[in-house]
């Protein structure tokens, strides 16, 4: 398991964001929308909630009427955007948010929303680390639907183990989500009679659905597509 240089690169967002941050059972949240019983919670990548675009998109997800969720995965310990070289993400930083914490936090979130807002829908959303979680969030019955943005460290057994409805916005440059991985997860989607959808964006690199060149317009336009396919796939599967 290797954290590369494109887990942290990408481009600035513009724009003002809408929800507010609040204290959730101990843990900085950023919440967008307006109270509802279709939730989704959005796992963001290592940039974590420094990082306005995922917060953007959180408000994007609102405005399709979902009430959304965005914890601080990483305790205010998040990675900079376009770090200098001289950081190292396996041994700067890593070592502090091994998937061995991470997950069981984030199945604690889970629990959390599904007790304090008895909610008829939850889907899930990861971007790159963030995949991982929602991987084994997909495993539980904490959740209903499942979406993927060029997961980081997914494994094939991470989706033979999947229970729900899963999409995949996958890039065509990407030296953690392979094509050779890519192309066995979705083997073994189909072989165990999973619920799936994929999709492969040209020009695109590892990170485009979260930190793309907003200014690129085929990256625009697969990152744009991503979220729209994502916000239609939650309402497919019960977030109507």
Known sequence: ?????????????????????????????????????????????????????????????????????????????PVALNPPESFSLMNDWFPRHTFETTIPFAK????????????????????????????ALGATDLVNALAWAHPSFVTVEDAKAIKHPLIIAAAETDNIYTPELRANVEAALKETGKTYYATLSSK??????????????????????????????FKLHGGK
Request: proline share 5%; glycine share 12%.
């Open 1 to 77: 398991m290797v954290l590369l240089p494109c887990c942290a690169t990408g481009f600035k967002h513009d724009g003002e964001i809408s929800g507010e941050f609040k204290d959730f059972h101990g843990t900085k949240t950023y919440f967008a929308g307006k109270p509802s019983d279709k939730i989704v919670l959005l796992l963001t990548d290592i940039l974590g909630l420094e990082y306005k675009g995922s917060l953007l998109l959180a408000d994007q997800f609102a405005e399709e009427g979902f009430f959304v969720v965005v914890p601080d995965l990483f305790n205010n310990d």
């Open 204 to 233: 695109t690199v590892h990170g485009f659905a979260c930190r793309g060149d907003p200014n690129d317009p085929p990256v625009k336009f697969a990152k744009e597509k991503a979220f729209a396919d994502f916000t239609q796939w």
């Open 108 to 135: 604690e979130i889970a629990q959390h929303i599904r007790d304090d807002f008895k909610p008829s829908f939850v889907g899930t959303v990861g971007y790159c680390y963030g995949g991982k979680l929602v991987g």
